[in-house]
């Protein structure tokens, strides 16, 4: 047994007495101590570009809920923004793009990869001050959007219920389709490189769209974009970290990566079933069950950790959701950090 911490032991396939826990999007959004970090300030990009305001934010979370691990506080639209794209986060809408690819003329205009990597400095600025801050107590996960995720956002400009717009550019446009996610692509291994030499310990691609693609679309374009980039990582000895949201039909396509993100939609034994026992799988806690009361959640939590068994991360299947209740978060943590494989009946050999 290594000295590691649980989170990374658990990602490099070794046996651990329970599952290590973190929560995509636990950083910002639940906690009162990042709303007013945030009401201080200008904005969120300014929390977002000031590395010592992003560490204390990526810090806030395993102050307060004492979870496995921190995710540096950024957010997935910096690369378009590198690309040369940039965005404005409008207050009770979400992201915006003023510019946005329209034709494929204009992918002449962006920036090549390794310049629009050097432009996100900030971000590396943040991952080395998250380090820092975090001294050691828990590993710190670098992140950035999967290039099928970035598309969407640079074709729309801003959120979309059916991204509809960027799938029409795949019908339409496939060539200058493959080559934007091309770009994204690399952009994007050059960016977690960095992110990764900064000290993240881990990094997470987040194909949060994955699941309005048709499977044929999915595995035309988004799933060679997703492994070009992992590809170009596995040299990094750093673990990466897989979640394509709504594409559960096609589990155990992806070899590139360490561990693979499962949403709340899938059940646990058909990941299991499409992965083996010994995959690394992350998730998948509705969202949504963390509306019901402490000891609902503990109960949930359980039924998820026997159904997973070991090679497991806790997390949830998407993003908290703003209104979440603390008091339903910490039960969730505390009942992941109160599990032992050993106790539980299913596993005792
Ligand atoms: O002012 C604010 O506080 C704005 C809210 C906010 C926050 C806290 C946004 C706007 N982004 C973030 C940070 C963020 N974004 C993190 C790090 C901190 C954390 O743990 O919360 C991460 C990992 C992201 C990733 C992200 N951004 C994703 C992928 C994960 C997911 O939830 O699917 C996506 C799709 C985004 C885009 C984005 N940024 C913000 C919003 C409201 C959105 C979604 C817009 C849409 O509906 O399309």
């Given at each position: 047994?290594?000295?590691?911490?649980?989170?990374?032991?658990?990602?490099?396939?070794?046996?651990?007495?329970?599952?290590?826990?973190?929560?995509?999007?636990?950083?910002?959004?639940?906690?009162?101590?990042?709303?007013?970090?945030?009401?201080?300030?200008?904005?969120?990009?300014?929390?977002?570009?000031?590395?010592?305001?992003?560490?204390?934010?990526?810090?806030?979370?395993?102050?307060?809920?004492?979870?496995?691990?921190?995710?540096?506080?950024?957010?997935?639209?910096?690369?378009?923004?590198?690309?040369?794209?940039?965005?404005?986060?409008?207050?009770?809408?979400?992201?915006?793009?003023?510019?946005?690819?329209?034709?494929?003329?204009?992918?002449?205009?962006?920036?090549?990869?390794?310049?629009?990597?050097?432009?996100?400095?900030?971000?590396?600025?943040?991952?080395?001050?998250?380090?820092?801050?975090?001294n050691g107590r828990v590993p710190l996960i670098g992140f950035a959007g999967?290039?099928?995720?970035?598309?969407?956002?640079?074709?729309?400009?801003?959120?979309?219920?059916t991204f509809s717009k960027a799938r029409k550019w795949l019908m339409q446009?496939?060539?200058?389709?493959?080559?934007?996610?091309?770009?994204?692509?690399?952009?994007?291994?050059?960016?977690?490189?960095?992110?990764?030499?900064?000290?993240?310990?881990?990094?997470?691609?987040?194909?949060?769209?994955?699941?309005?693609?048709?499977?044929?679309?999915?595995?035309?374009?988004?799933?060679?974009?997703?492994?070009?980039?992992?590809?170009?990582?596995?040299?990094?000895?750093?673990?990466?970290?897989?979640?394509?949201?709504?594409?559960?039909?096609?589990?155990?396509?992806?070899?590139?990566?360490?561990?693979?993100?499962?949403?709340?939609?899938t059940p646990a034994a058909s990941a299991r079933a499409a992965y083996g026992?010994?995959?690394?799988?992350?998730?998948?806690?509705?969202?949504?069950?963390?509306?019901?009361?402490?000891?609902?959640?503990?109960?949930?939590?359980?039924?998820?950790?026997?159904?997973?068994?070991?090679?497991?991360?806790?997390?949830?299947?998407?993003?908290?959701?703003?209104?979440?209740?603390?008091?339903?978060?910490?039960?969730?943590?505390?009942?992941?950090?109160?599990?032992?494989?050993?106790?539980?009946?299913?596993?005792?050999?």
């Amino acid at each position: 047994m290594s000295n590691s911490p649980l989170f990374l032991k658990a990602l490099s396939g070794e046996r651990t007495e329970r599952p290590p826990i973190w929560m995509m999007r636990q950083a910002g959004r639940i906690l009162p101590e990042y709303r007013a970090l945030r009401a201080s300030l200008s904005g969120f990009k300014e929390l977002v570009e000031t590395p010592e305001l992003a560490a204390e934010a990526t810090c806030q979370p395993i102050d307060r809920l004492g979870v496995d691990a921190a995710i540096v506080f950024s957010d997935i639209l910096t690369v378009p923004e590198g690309l040369g794209l940039p965005y404005e986060m409008i207050p009770g809408f979400g992201p915006k793009f003023p510019k946005t690819i329209e034709s494929p003329a204009d992918l002449d205009k962006l920036v090549g990869p390794q310049d629009a990597a050097d432009s996100l400095e900030y971000v590396y600025g943040a991952v080395a001050a998250s380090v820092k801050r975090l001294n050691g107590r828990v590993p710190l996960i670098g992140f950035a959007g999967a290039p099928w995720t970035i598309f969407c956002y640079m074709i729309e400009g801003q959120g979309s219920k059916t991204f509809s717009k960027a799938r029409k550019w795949l019908m339409q446009e496939p060539v200058a389709s493959q080559r934007l996610l091309n770009l994204i692509a690399d952009t994007t291994a050059i960016y977690l490189k960095a992110q990764i030499a900064a000290g993240a310990q881990a990094v997470q691609l987040f194909d949060s769209w994955a699941g309005v693609l048709s499977p044929k679309l999915y595995h035309e374009f988004a799933l060679p974009a997703s492994r070009r980039t992992l590809a170009q990582l596995s040299d990094e000895q750093t673990p990466r970290i897989l979640f394509a949201k709504g594409a559960s039909h096609s589990m155990g396509l992806v070899e590139e990566a360490d561990a693979y993100g499962v949403d709340w939609t899938t059940p646990a034994a058909s990941a299991r079933a499409a992965y083996g026992d010994l995959t690394v799988l992350q998730g998948n806690l509705d969202p949504a069950a963390l509306y019901g009361t402490p000891e609902n959640v503990s109960t949930e939590v359980n039924a998820m950790l026997k159904d997973f068994g070991p090679h497991h991360i806790a997390n949830l299947g998407h993003g908290l959701y703003p209104d979440t209740q603390l008091p339903a978060v910490e039960a969730f943590v505390e009942t992941v950090k109160a599990f032992r494989y050993a106790d539980a009946a299913a596993f005792a050999k």
